[in-house]
């Protein structure tokens, strides 16, 4: 009996996590340009007032999450169908398949296979690191105490904390700028978290020459286009991080037909 590629499935996943994490980055948007603003001492999310921002928030960044690791398995499995089978490569497979690898470093066991020049990816590995850990804090959630004055107001459901003593882990990543504390995840994470999805995405259609698309929605028009995810980077605004990468080739103005490896 012979094996069933499953491919056209995986990047099928890629795309719906990218449009899943696209839509909740602008629902975020939304969220956060027509809510009240109120006094808040703490910073802490957990006001009822910003509840659609942080909902939304936290679906960008577990969706950017999934579209870059379903993105990086589908191509180590696609490259691993054109070379050779031998017992490292068996071995890798095995590991990879039962998780016996983080998607660190899946990502980097990818370079080998790599068709295109690589360059300087000091950053680029430091946000990843960084987005993993911001991604551990939502799935692998655990409570926080924190030390503070609670002020409770009677005519309303809300209670004003004050005098927040700092956590020893709190701030931010010293790279990527994201929260080192899941009760202030918002709108600021969500667009960071969604660059640097595209960023590797870039990266990875840089490397293996895949000329992979993705839906994307212009300003300009009400209708969905293709984009590769340098373009769609490209036109990002605000961009957190356009010194990340130094790519190799310069992104088409307009995306090519579909290529094997963009559609199989």
């Known amino acids: 009996m012979g094996e069933i590629n499953v491919a056209p499935l995986i990047v099928e996943f890629v795309r719906t996590f990218f449009a899943s ?21 703490t910073g802490l999310n957990i006001f009822d007032h910003r509840q659609p921002e942080t909902q939304a928030a936290l679906e960008c960044i577990v969706f950017s999450f999934l579209a870059v690791e379903a993105y990086i398995n589908y191509l180590f499995f696609t490259e691993n169908r054109l070379v050779h089978s031998n017992e490292y490569i068996d071995w890798l497979k095995q590991k990879w398949r039962r998780g016996g690898l983080s998607v660190y470093d899946r990502f980097v066991l990818l370079e080998q296979f790599a068709l295109a020049r690589k360059g300087d990816l ?37 209670a004003f904390i004050h005098d927040v003593e700092s956590l020893p882990n ?36 840089e490397w293996f020459v895949t000329e992979f698309a993705l839906s994307w929605l212009p300003k300009s028009t009400t209708g969905r286009e293709s984009r590769a995810p340098r373009q769609i980077l490209e036109s990002l605004v605000p961009r957190h991080y356009p010194n990340a990468v130094v790519f190799q080739k310069p992104a088409h103005a307009t995306v090519p037909e579909p290529t094997q490896a963009a559609t199989s």
């Open 21 to 41: 994490a696209r839509d909740a980055l602008a629902r975020a948007q939304s969220a956060k340009a027509s809510q009240a603003v109120f006094a808040e001492p």
């Open 170 to 205: 709190s701030g931010t990543f010293a790279v990527s700028g994201l929260t080192r504390e899941i009760g202030r995840i918002c709108l600021d994470d969500a667009s960071r978290t969604f660059e640097i999805m595209l960023l590797m995405l870039s990266v990875l259609d």
């Open 122 to 158: 000091r950053i680029l590995c430091s946000l990843f690191r960084e987005f993993i850990s911001t991604r551990n804090l939502i799935v692998h959630a655990y409570p926080s105490e924190y030390q503070a004055l609670v002020e409770e107001e009677s005519d309303c459901d809300y």
